[in-house]
């Protein structure tokens, strides 16, 4: 009997962890782990090891992470783009 594939819906998106996003930060800024390291006053292991998923960049690391690449720190934290916060913070009723 064939085995039957059966793929994700439309609306399904894959969601990015950490990881994905510090990778697509420094890819998305045409960077090298060695460039990215000297960038952010971290050692380039740290900056694998993160993008890896093997350890939790500090505070200060993921915004200087996001001011190296120029990308938004939010976005790095949470994965939410600029828009998606302030219409999520339009409907809590926070401005």
Do not use: C, Y
């Amino acid at each position: 009997m064939a085995e039957t594939l059966t793929r994700p819906g439309p609306s399904t998106v894959p969601e990015l962890t950490l990881a994905d996003r510090l990778l697509i930060a420094r890819r998305h800024a045409g960077m090298t782990n060695a460039e990215l390291a000297l960038a952010t006053g971290a050692s380039k292991n740290t900056i694998t090891n993160a993008e890896r998923g093997n350890s939790n960049p500090s505070p200060m690391l993921l915004k200087n992470w996001a001011t190296a690449t120029g990308v938004s720190h939010n976005w790095l934290i949470t994965g939410k783009t600029p828009a998606e916060s302030e219409q999520e913070s339009l409907f809590s009723g926070e401005s």
